[in-house]
């Protein structure tokens, strides 16, 4: 660090050597400290006089004492450098990871699912870091990655990102849920050619579990016409409890449902799957506490 001053810059080192001789009040004690010989240490108070314009000590062949200025400045010095280590620190513990704030934005069903158990755990272990959460539609985290509103997103990931960088964390696979009544909960799996005959219980069209399905039905030449149409796969699932219809699920946000009153039967497709991924900016470079924290996540995601 340097300081500017007309006839010459001070650096901390220079304060640092002072500090040094201010304590000991003894040339050879402070040099010995220093590691610096006794040349060495007057050159650097000399200089720092010079350019401070004023004398910090002053010197006998008996004694050394702090002039004034040189008590201001003792004091002065102690605060600065002890302001800068502080500095240093922190932007060490930032780099660590240990410190930081994270904004994360995810899909309900890792709401539901992989993100309590990770943020908990990532808190015991960087208690440093403020994390905020917003649960959002797929279509809305990506669009918060893309404004830098947040740091990433945990949420499907899809194929046409260029811009993004995707890290897979788990394969999602989609689940029919129906009341136990229901003929399909009869069955071990189901199929996308018996589904097109059901009452579905659809959510929002920016929902990736919406788009699959959507995607699926068409190849079948069947346009999808909702039973039921809801914002909140909550509400689709009373819906199903009550023998509305089905609703199709990613099994992460319905695996913990209550089975009294819905049965979930797998979708027997390749295609009825989605892949969770942690997504962000190509580029923009993560922190250490967003990459520590999607770390975690990987490894939960392993062995879950």
């Not at 068409?218 to 009373?238: D, G, I, K």
């Amino acid at each position: 660090m340097l300081i500017n001053n007309s006839r010459r810059r001070i650096r901390i080192r220079d304060l640092e050597v002072f500090l040094m001789l201010a304590a000991n009040l003894n040339f050879s004690k402070a040099s010995e400290a220093l590691h610096i010989s006794q040349s060495a240490l007057s050159a650097a108070i000399q200089g720092l006089e010079e350019a401070l314009s004023t004398r910090l000590f002053d010197r006998s062949t008996r004694i050394v004492e702090l002039t004034p200025t040189g008590q201001l400045l003792r004091k002065e010095a102690e605060e600065l450098l002890a302001h800068f280590d502080h500095s240093i620190q922190r932007v060490q513990d930032f780099v660590s990871g240990a410190q930081g704030r994270l904004q994360i934005a995810a899909s309900p069903s890792v709401m539901a699912g992989l993100l309590p158990l990770a943020l908990s755990r990532f808190n015991e272990m960087y208690p440093g870091v403020a994390v905020e959460v917003r649960e959002e539609v797929h279509a809305t985290c990506i669009y918060l990655v893309r404004a830098r509103k947040v740091d990433f997103a945990l949420t499907p990931g899809r194929q046409g990102f260029d811009d993004l960088c995707q890290t897979k964390l788990f394969d999602d696979r989609l689940v029919a849920l129906c009341a136990p009544g229901h003929p399909i909960a009869r069955q071990e799996t189901v199929k996308w050619a018996s589904l097109i005959k059901e009452r579905i219980i659809a959510v929002s069209r920016d929902s990736s579990v919406r788009q699959i399905v959507e995607t699926a039905f068409a190849r079948y030449a069947s346009e999808l016409h909702p039973a039921v149409e809801v914002e909140r796969a909550t509400s689709a699932m009373s819906f199903a409890a009550a023998g509305l219809g089905i609703a199709i699920m990613p099994l992460s946000l319905v695996k913990y449902a209550d089975s009294q009153y819905l049965v979930r039967r797998p979708i027997d497709a390749s295609d009825a799957v989605r892949t969770i991924c942690a997504i962000r900016l190509a580029t923009r470079t993560p922190s250490s506490a967003a990459e520590n924290f999607i770390d975690l996540c990987k490894q939960m995601s392993r062995t879950s």
